[in-house]
């Protein structure tokens, strides 16, 4: 994170506090998050998007990493919130997250969930389907309330990412196709209890090149003109979704937000007047690049095992359970040891998991310093989409989670016991 240094004894210093000592208080695995870190970047987005387009709202991605006090630091710093399920709504709520900024997304969202977000009277629904906007009509109705919602389309723009995480394309589970679009929006237009606001699209994550942003923006504020003609329909809001790419390796160093910002908005600006489409609100929803950088992962290494002439292990105590992204993506990280950070890195090792899995590896190949068992190896920029897909694999306990500022460190997530595993195995 910004403002980590290295001490006097070779040790990684967070949010002002010794790593290696962190460990020893918490022990590991440990997720540790700078706030400072995460205000910076809040910061970042409003100054970059909204200090271009001051109708910007600007919404944190909480799948990327939602607990009760990032919940209150981002809602501190102004952000909105996209919510996918009624847990992430009870998150939010139980944080005292304002509700009305909350956009609630999801391609197969249930009954309870669409009630919830009528209940809590969420800011906007995002709505997937067609299934979902007549079950939401009627509970609107039965309900006696307007509900803001907007639609999810697939622009079809490959966003050259890994496959995983490309949603915009046609034949992804995401949204409506154009057509079906524009049928929704004749439909919606006819119901007295939803108000459609406009069209949200997102079209990947982890998306270095600033193209495909472009084209994704540029074919729906056609859509939005072509339902200005032939149905009169005015978009009032537009929203851009996430996708923001964050720097993991050192070779590889994503655009800058404000060049993905001064890129979007002069587009904006530009088809907008092109097209003679007023200015819409604009909306995005930055997951990964709000809160990866904010965070390492903490481990301790056991068992070292080399195979001579092929390859030596070092084994930590963590491992796909708590990160599942070098398993599910092949995504890379560039791991150091936060006792020996100015040791020089001269071997190679490839970091294994405790889980049982060959492919439980969080890294291959790396350079370190020789690595002894005991030494805390550091994932760094694991902020995002680690602790939230990490499951209970092996009887697994999910790790604690530490927020650090300024020299103080508080636990948000306590660690979790055998006996949380238990309670809900009912024999
Ligand atoms: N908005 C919507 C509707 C989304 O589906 C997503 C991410 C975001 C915003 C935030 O995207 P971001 O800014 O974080 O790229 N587990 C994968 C990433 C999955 C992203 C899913 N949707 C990973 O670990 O790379």
Do not use: W
Not at 44 to 49: A, M, V
Not at 175 to 183: E, N
Request: aromatic share 8%; net charge negative.
């Amino acid at each position: 994170p910004l403002g980590s240094t290295i001490d006097d004894n070779g040790h990684l210093r967070i949010g002002g506090l010794d790593a290696v000592e962190l460990a020893k208080e918490y022990g590991t695995p440990l997720y540790v998050f700078d706030e400072n870190d995460i205000r910076e970047r809040c910061r970042e987005f409003k100054r970059e998007f909204a200090g271009r387009y001051p109708a910007t709202h600007i919404a944190f991605a909480g799948k990327a990493c939602l607990n009760k006090a990032i919940a209150k630091v981002v809602a501190s710093e102004g952000f909105g919130l996209d919510v996918v399920s009624g847990g992430e709504l009870e998150i939010a709520r139980s944080a005292g997250f304002p509700t009305n900024q909350i956009y609630f997304h999801g391609n197969n969202k249930s009954d309870a969930e669409l009630e919830m977000a009528l209940e809590y009277k969420v800011g906007r629904i995002v709505v997937d389907n067609f299934y979902e906007l007549s079950r939401l009509d009627a509970m609107a109705a039965r309900r006696g309330v307007k509900a803001d919602i907007m639609f999810r389309i697939k622009p079809g723009i490959d966003p050259h990412t890994h496959a995983k995480i490309t949603t915009g394309n046609i034949d992804s589970k995401f949204g409506f196709g154009l057509d079906d679009a524009a049928d929704a929006v004749a439909r919606a237009m006819k119901c007295g209890n939803l108000k459609l606001t406009g069209f949200h699209y997102h079209i990947g994550s982890q998306i270095f090149e600033i193209q495909p942003f472009l084209d994704a923006l540029k074919t729906t504020l056609e859509f939005m003109a072509r339902m200005k003609r032939e149905l009169g329909f005015i978009t009032e809001e537009l929203d851009a979704g996430g996708g923001y790419a964050v720097q993991y390796l050192s070779g590889a160093q994503p655009p800058a937000i404000g060049e993905y910002a001064e890129a979007i908005v002069s587009l904006l600006r530009s088809e907008c007047h092109r097209l003679g489409l007023a200015l819409p609100k604009l909306s995005v929803e930055p997951g990964r690049a709000t809160v990866a950088r904010s965070a390492v992962a903490l481990y301790t290494v056991g068992a070292i095992k080399d195979i001579p002439g092929v390859r030596c292990y070092a084994c930590v105590d963590g491992g796909m359970a708590d990160n599942i992204r070098p398993a599910l993506y092949c995504s890379q990280y560039e791991p150091y040891l936060a006792n020996r950070m100015a040791d020089y890195a001269d071997q190679t090792y490839t970091i294994a998991g405790r889980f049982c899995e060959s492919g439980d590896i969080l890294a291959n190949d790396v350079k370190l310093p020789e690595v002894k068992p005991g030494d805390i190896l550091v994932m760094p920029v694991s902020g995002a989409y680690s602790i939230p897909m990490s499951s209970n694999y092996n009887a697994f306990c999910r790790p604690a989670v530490v927020m650090v500022k300024d020299g103080q460190a508080r636990i948000i997530k306590r660690r979790e016991t055998v006996e949380d595993l238990l309670r809900t195995d009912l024999g």
